[in-house]
């Protein structure tokens, strides 16, 4: 029974990503075309002009030309992204303080785990995301609102009377897309959460509303008031934005970078408000359904599960489950509770339901906006809603949240999919993103209470043209994990240090968990030490802590917080064990690969192929999980006839990836090779290879 349970829990999560993976290869299929004329364009520093499928249709392009008629400076070229280093060459991945932010990447030197320290030249971020580029949102007709809380009144530019379309059904997560149905009266509307209004079929406008209601803000502050009298209210909020790696937050919001870590210093903010930057953050793997529970439960995935046992979310086992949610545990405390997810894809019923138990749910807008819209959050088409992208809604509707109950402690969770990375969609967050927190930062500079919100992201994602190159580990493996609070609060906990501190430690899911539930205590006199030691008991690692109140052990590993070695960012290259039969069929088909690589690139005519050789190092870097493929990084160097050392290095992963991806260096000149290991088919391909003594691109055995 037990094991039926965890067999269909099994088949779920594997039918569930490949859905995600069928999803993304769409989006993804576009990039594999620039492969080979990319190689060409780096090996000799400008690309081939003739190719028809080339770089030149990039969207990235700076004015729309191929990226060969931009000049490349030899410094530049040197640096290019066909460097494949599998390992770090000191020169080539110093930590830019532009690229990541004003954060020194500098560790103490007790700290056991110090992630490598890595950027990217802007032609490689070019190259590796290849982004879209996106405009503003734009509708045919302009219109003029008046919007009050009782009534709404459209007027239109082309002198049509605009259509409406509204809806109060309950807010539930995940499920079918809504009909509008148009009709010239507006229905219900101090009830409504949206309004759409139509003035032609392609100018539609949307209008969203956080409804105040007085029970909600009384019942509130009946509960706070069994814990203490306070009455200068906090407001936490939780931004998780999905699949956002901190690399690529930084890379991708321009403006949000400046205003943190620029404008935080800078007056009218620097007097009330702090940033910090969590840069050593790990997670258990690249999927939200293996972070999420972590920061909203404190509970690992198959914790969730073992409680949910394959339920469907409309069951009740999931009400249950919510029992153990932060918002829950906010909302006992005398906060006022809201939770937005703007989605279509149902990722967050998986392990919340559909039911969500705050007092202000909002998401149903968005299966409004599919339909209305075409709206779709792993769709590379920019997600337009009326002049507005789609996620600048969760923003609006936070705000007004903030604003309706601003004499309450009041705790929000917003995950937005707005950023899902591979399509580019990520830039068009930076510009409301940037509004939302300038206008927040400049509503609690107005004395409307102590605020933490916390810029989150569940994972980085993976992107297959950083397959071969180890900063794709490090940059899909540490999450964004950033923090604004105000200091009158900061003071009065005595948390600035710890949380300097804290910034450069290994960060774990549990402890964001368990920092919330400490702040969730501020307003009422703060969290009892003896309690807050007894809350540390409720969670499946003994090594967790608040991150406002106790510094991270420098001694912390991985395995102290229950994050696998694949993701673990802390590791090194690790030795293969040679005489081990898995890692000997390894090796061998690593020499067969360098025979060939030497046929294929040998500078003379008279060269000899390998014919005897003898292991002098192996190492290995796993990267991910069996289930994402098990791709491992191999650097290896042995000994041939003449006593001449060879280097090679090159990556396995499963056969099967090898064909979705798109994401292989071209096989002519870097030949790979499928074998069977472990009752699994698996891929190698070479990528790199040296022979010592030799001149760099000498490769030829005598
Ligand atoms: C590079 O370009 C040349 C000439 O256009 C072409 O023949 C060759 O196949 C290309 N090489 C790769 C690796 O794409
Ligand atoms: C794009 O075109 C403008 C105007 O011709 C020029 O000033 C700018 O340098 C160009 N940018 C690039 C990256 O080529
Ligand atoms: C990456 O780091 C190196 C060394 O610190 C620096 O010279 C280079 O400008 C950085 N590259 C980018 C794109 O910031
Ligand atoms: C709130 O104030 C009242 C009156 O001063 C007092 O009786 C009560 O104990 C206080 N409540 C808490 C939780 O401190
Ligand atoms: C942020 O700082 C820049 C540079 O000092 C300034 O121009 C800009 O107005 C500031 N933005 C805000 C919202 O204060
Ligand atoms: C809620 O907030 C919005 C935005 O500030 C405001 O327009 C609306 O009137 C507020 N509702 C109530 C009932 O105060
Ligand atoms: C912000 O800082 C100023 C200057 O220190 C102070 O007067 C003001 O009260 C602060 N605002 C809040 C909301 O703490
Ligand atoms: C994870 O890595 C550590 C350090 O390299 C090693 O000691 C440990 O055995 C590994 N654990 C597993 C399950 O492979």
């Known amino acids: 029974m037990k094991l039926e349970v965890i067999v269909t829990v099994i088949v779920a999560l594997c039918l569930y990503s490949l859905v995600y993976i069928a999803y993304n290869y769409n989006i993804k299929e576009s990039q594999s075309a620039y492969e080979d004329n990319f190689l060409n364009y780096s090996n000799d520093g400008s690309a081939v002009k003739d190719d028809s499928n080339s770089y030149s249709d990039s969207k990235n392009s700076p004015n729309g030309s191929s990226p060969g008629s931009t000049s490349l400076s030899s410094s530049e070229t040197q640096n290019n992204p066909t460097d494949i280093s599998l390992i770090f060459s000191s020169e080539n991945h110093k930590f830019s303080s532009d690229e990541y932010g004003a954060l020194p990447w500098t560790f103490s030197p007790d700290l056991h785990c110090k992630p490598k320290s890595f950027n990217f030249t802007d032609i490689e971020i070019q190259y590796f ?28 530019d082309n002198g049509a009377s605009p259509e409406y379309f509204t809806d109060t059904r309950p807010e539930r997560l995940g499920g079918l897309k809504i009909i509008p149905k148009w009709q010239k009266e507006l229905k219900d509307y101090p009830n409504t959460q949206y309004v759409m209004a139509k003035c032609s079929s392609n100018s539609i406008y949307s209008f969203v509303f956080n409804r105040y209601k007085k029970n909600i803000e009384d019942n509130a502050k009946t509960r706070s008031l069994k814990y203490s009298n306070s009455t200068r209210p906090l407001t936490v909020i939780l931004l998780v934005f999905d699949s956002v790696s901190r690399g690529n937050a930084y890379r991708s919001w321009p403006k949000v970078k400046d205003f943190l870590t620029k404008n935080i210093t800078q007056k009218p903010f620097s007097e009330n408000f702090s940033f910090y930057d969590f840069a050593n953050a790990a997670i258990p793997d690249m999927h939200t359904l293996d972070n999420m529970p972590q920061i909203l439960y404190g509970m690992t995935l198959s914790q969730t599960e073992a409680i949910l046992k394959s339920s469907v979310p409309t069951s009740s086992k999931f009400l249950d489950l919510q029992k153990k949610a932060i918002w829950k545990f906010f909302s006992e405390l005398g906060y006022v509770t809201m939770v937005a997810h703007d989605d279509v894809f149902d990722y967050l019923p998986k392990f919340a339901g559909k039911e969500i138990l705050v007092d202000h749910v909002f998401t149903n807008f968005w299966k409004a906006c599919l339909a209305v819209y075409g709206f779709h959050n792993h769709n590379a088409k920019q997600r337009c809603a009326g002049d507005k992208d789609s996620h600048y809604f969760s923003f609006d509707y936070t705000s007004q949240f903030i ?9 929000a969770y917003v995950h937005s999919n707005a950023g899902h990375e591979t399509s580019g969609n990520i830039k068009t967050v930076d510009k409301d993103l940037y509004e939302f927190l300038v206008s927040t930062l400049e509503f609690y500079n107005k004395n409307n209470g102590d605020l933490v919100l916390m810029i989150l992201s569940d994972h980085g994602i993976y992107f297959p043209r950083l397959q071969y190159d180890i900063r794709g580990f490090y940059d899909t493996r540490i999450p964004m994990t950033f923090m604004i609070m105000n200091k009158e609060m900061e003071k009065n906990l005595k948390a600035k240090e710890v949380l300097e501190y804290n910034q450069y430690q290994l960060l774990s ?8 539930k400490d ?16 809350f540390k008991k409720d969670y499946p690692v003994s090594d967790v802590v608040s991150i406002f109140r106790e510094k991270i052990k420098n001694e912390r590993k991985c395995e102290d917080i229950k994050v696998p070695n694949f993701s673990c960012t802390c590791k090194n290259f690790e030795e293969v064990f040679i005489s081990g039969s898995n890692e000997k069929i390894i090796i061998e088909n690593l020499i067969s690969l360098a025979k060939q690589y030497i046929e294929i690139h040998k500078t003379s005519g008279d060269c000899k192929s390998i014919e005897t050789w003898k292991i002098k190092k192996a190492l290995k870097f796993e990267t991910m999980s069996l289930k994402d493929g098990r791709d491992t990084f191999y650097d290896i160097s042995f000994e041939v006839q003449n006593n001449k050392v060879i280097n090679a290095k090159a990556i396995v992963y499963t056969d099967e990836k090898k064909n979705k991806e798109g994401s292989k260096l071209p096989t002519k000149t870097y030949p790979g090779i499928v074998f069977y290991m472990e009752k699994t088919n698996l891929y190698m391909q070479i990528s790199h290879l040296e022979i010592e003594g030799n001149n760099k691109d000498e490769i030829c055995l005598e």
Do not use: G, M
């Open 519 to 534: 702040v969730a205590y501020y307003p009422h006199k703060n969290l009892a030490e003896e309690d807050y030691e007894k």
């Open 509 to 516: 899911r549990f402890d964001i968990n368990l920092a919330l």
């Open 129 to 156: 995301w290849n982004y879209k580029n996106y405009d503003k949102c734009k509708v045919d007709v302009l219109y003029e609102a008046e919007v009050t809380q009782s009534t709404i009144s459209i007027k239109c």
């Open 403 to 411: 604003r309706n109950y601003s004499k309450s402690n009041k705790f």
